[in-house]
């Protein structure tokens, strides 16, 4: 059976590909997926993911910086890659509380500049309009009314690593989509399986987070796109819907928020 599956989340351009990289999409691509993005997390990993993406007509990228890197933020090195043509989205940006500092001065000065930088790249986003690819840990309330408070649905975009909390899922209305990854077949993986079937099927994606979050039973190796299709078997397990059924969906899906991917297949 003949594969199709984009992988709309992995961090190709980091150093944990940095020997091997071009084996890594060469096995993917064998395997059936046909498609990658890799978002923006810290600036000085672009020259890598553009190289990639000029180097493959399967590959596109995203500018943003990751809560984690808030600190290099700087809106002119967004304006500066975003109409490369192989440029589709901005992120992965968002608020990401996981980590905050333990005295309370530093925690709130922390958390005030997550969510400055945060609305700095959704109104970046509907400048140029380009999908958000947005990063929510530990955040949820604060980051849902920061999308709807500066009219994220302008663009939409996908909540990457969906965190399977239900107050996030009132947004695929403002046209986000859910970013379903390795996660999902972790066994102890309860409540994202109970909120599965919650979300709008139009709104599913499949993503990988390479080189992290490595699904079952490969986890604790290195992550890569190839392993997409034991996220797609056990969606459809869950889901109780034909494994080429959520190939289908969710590569449309894919090309319907990222329209590079129309592009190539």
Known sequence: MFIIIIDTHCHLDTSAYYDDVDQVIQNALEKGVKGFLIPGADFKDLPQAIKLAEKYDEVFFAVGIHPYDIKSYDETVLEKYINHPKCIAVGECGLD????PEDEEEKTKEIALQKEVFISQVKFAKKVNKPLIVHIREASNDSRNILEEYNAKEVGGVLHCYNASEHLLPLAEHGFY????????????RKLVEVLPKIPQDKLLIET??????????????????YTSYIATKMSEILEIDEKEIENITTNNAKALFKGFSNIF
Do not use: M, S
């Open 97 to 100: 509380y996981y980590r905050l």
């Open 178 to 189: 859910f970013g379903i990854g390795g996660v999902l077949t972790f066994k102890n993986t």
């Open 209 to 226: 987070d390479g080189p992290y979050l490595t699904p079952h039973p490969f986890r604790g190796k290195r992550n890569e796109p190839a």
